[in-house]
């Protein structure tokens, strides 16, 4: 190649690199931040620094309310007294060893009330109790589980059962009562509210140890 040539080439080559980097600098400085764009040098805000003062809150707009109170779910209540024409709180017991048979006949007896119009102030389930049946051996003295039987009890509390409704009442439950089922009606009382919790020997036993302290 011709020398001239060749610097001439050269020459035009290196006038477009500084012609490509004179413009890629205007480029770069006439590009601004989104945030900060039309804004005069000097007077730039920094919002990552800057806090928010609550904005987006609204509950401090809303009236204050009262605190609720938190109802005590093993109050007792109140037993309904008896009158000339209506029984107070009765308390129909269904008791059985198979859970099955005494859980449908229970709430055939709650199906049975919602019928006649007999109000069902609750109905809830006692805990199981747990019988084991000992034998004892032929030869010797020792006694041995031969069984363990457990007694599933269900309770339909009743309110102010009508005593005109109540022979035909007792007369339907009877007839349809199922074979090892045991039915008993009673009025309630604040002893039979207290048999639906378990006893608990050692929180009681703790909890005596802590008052005996503080004496």
């Known amino acids: 190649m ?15 690199l500084t012609q490509t980097s004179a413009f890629l600098n205007r480029a770069s400085a006439s590009i601004q931040h989104p945030l900060c764009g039309g804004v005069a040098p000097g007077n730039e805000r920094h919002y990552r620094s800057m806090p928010t003062h609550g904005i987006g809150r609204w509950r401090h707009l809303l009236p204050k309310e009262a605190p609720k109170k938190k109802k005590d779910k093993h109050q ?38 919602n019928r006649l119009g007999i109000k069902v102030a609750e109905s809830y389930a006692l805990p199981t109790k747990t019988t084991e049946v000992m034998l004892m051996q032929e030869q010797g003295t020792k006694m041995y589980v031969d069984a363990v039987l457990k007694t599933h009890e269900r309770i339909v509390q009743l309110s102010h059962l009508n005593a005109a409704l109540c022979p035909t009442f ?16 009673k009025e309630h009382t604040a002893a039979d509210y207290q048999v639906r919790f378990k006893a608990r020997p050692e929180l009681e036993g703790l909890i005596a140890q802590m008052g005996q302290k503080d004496h």
Not at 3 to 12: D, E, G, H, N, T
Not at 170 to 185: F, S, T
């Open 2 to 16: 011709n020398p001239v040539i060749r610097k001439v080439s050269l020459a035009q080559h290196s006038l477009l």
């Open 76 to 113: 007792m209540k109140q037993i309904a007294a008896a009158t000339n024409t209506e029984y107070g709180t009765l308390n129909v017991k269904v008791s059985g060893y198979d859970m099955t048979v005494v859980e449908h006949y229970s709430q055939y007896i709650h199906n049975l009330c």
């Open 170 to 185: 007792m007369d339907v439950i009877l007839k349809n009562q199922p074979e090892g089922i045991e039915l008993c009606i």
